[in-house]
């Protein structure tokens, strides 16, 4: 009976002991590094939305398509505002030279890459996806 007081008295004390840890190192994560990013990309002069915990600016982002789909399209070629409608506020916004804090997936990353690849050529006049 001892025995089992003592692994119960033990068990209870390696969790007091492991919780604060693992807390520290989500707040860490979660936290402390998306800020410090933030301020790190700021004293360069790279601006963007400001960081907010956990979601980042996925609430935002999700708002500005919905209300960009809730809007007829006008006849013309100019689809950016519509298919990306919070990266051309942004851009907008704060300037060429963005920072974004935002959790993506692949197909949006591919998305993203091949969008600012076609920016970069159009400005040479070598975009073939116009």
Known sequence: MVFLGNMIILLFSSLCIYLPFTLVKVLHKLWWTPIRIQNFMASQ????????????????????????????????????????????????????????????????????ILLFLCTFLSKIHLCFFR
């Open 45 to 112: 002069g790279i601006r963007g939305p400001s960081y907010r915990f956990i979601h980042g600016s996925t609430k935002e982002v999700l708002f500005m398509k919905k209300e960009a789909m809730a809007k007829p399209m006008t006849l013309s070629h100019n689809i950016f505002p519509k298919v990306l409608p919070q990266i051309y506020t942004w851009i907008n916004t704060y300037g060429n030279n963005l920072f974004n804090m935002i959790q993506t997936s692949r197909k949006q990353l591919t998305k993203y």
